[in-house]
T-cell receptor, first 114, second 114 residues
Framework: GAGVSQSPSNKVTEKGKDVELRCDPISGHTALYWYRQRLGQGLEFLIYFQGNSAPDKSGLPSDRFSAERTGESVSTLTIQRTQQEDSAVYLC????????????FGPGTRLTVT | AQSVTQLDSQVPVFEEAPVELRCNYSSSVSVYLFWYVQYPNQGLQLLLKYLSGSTLVKGINGFEAEFNKSQTSFHLRKPSVHISDTAEYFCAVSLTGTASKLTFGTGTRLQVTL
């Protein structure tokens, strides 16, 4: 079956604009994660969704960042009033459940804020 | 909070030579350990993981890693590399008994040449 997909693959935006990034997880996967990868750095955890439980938002860097997930399907990550330091690759992953199952990663969205 | 250190940002090696990619972690509680690989223009893929049991873990593509609790290390090894192993390798940890959000190292670029 299809893997995790993300759109757009690349996004260039002006400072101050809002952006919305989309993630389609693998069908049947109840857990979904967002990570951020800045140039030359490791991946940073942003947010985690598991079924109908309240999401773990402990990694969101500021209140400009928010994410939603519709049931156990699509998730959108929204960044409001983008800043240049938001430039990064945003990666989405999904797993069958949240219990140490393998996380399957999407190809990422490269965000450039000018 | 847990952290992961990958001291080598780049490791050049000739084809058919052995390689070791180093990973050290810091955590006040027990962790699970992972190695992911990112081939050029592709998403991250799980190579192997240590959850419990034998400290020597074998993964895909001939890679293996050994968990050393006393040295808080989880080094990745392969006895003979191929050109196709050229990629970025990430070590990651998650806390046992919690949700699966991963903390990643900054990555090691393995460059295999003839």
């Amino acid at each position: 079956g299809a893997g995790v997909s993300q759109s757009p693959s690349n996004k260039v935006t002006e400072k101050g604009k809002d952006v919305e990034l989309r993630c389609d997880p693998i069908s049947g996967h109840t857990a979904l994660y967002w990570y951020r990868q800045r140039l030359g750095q490791g991946l940073e955890f942003l947010i985690y969704f598991q079924g109908n439980s309240a999401p773990d938002k402990s990694g969101l860097p500021s209140d400009r960042f928010s994410a939603e997930r519709t049931g156990e399907s699509v998730s959108t990550l929204t960044i409001q009033r983008t800043q240049q330091e938001d430039s990064a690759v945003y990666l989405c992953a999904s797993s069958l459940s949240g219990n140490q199952d393998e996380q399957y990663f999407g190809p990422g969205t490269r965000l450039t804020v000018t | 909070a847990q952290s992961v250190t990958q001291l080598d940002s780049q490791v050049p090696v000739f084809e058919e030579a052995p390689v070791e990619l180093r990973c050290n972690y810091s955590s006040s509680v027990s962790v699970y350990l992972f190695w992911y690989v990112q081939y050029p223009n592709q998403g991250l893929q799980l190579l192997l993981k240590y959850l419990s049991g034998s400290t020597l873990v074998k993964g895909i593509n001939g890679f293996e890693a050994e968990f050393n609790k006393s040295q808080t290390s989880f080094h990745l090894r392969k006895p003979s590399v191929h050109i196709s192993d050229t990629a970025e390798y990430f070590c990651a940890v998650s806390l046992t008994g919690t949700a699966s959000k991963l903390t990643f190292g900054t990555g090691t670029r393995l460059q295999v040449t003839l």
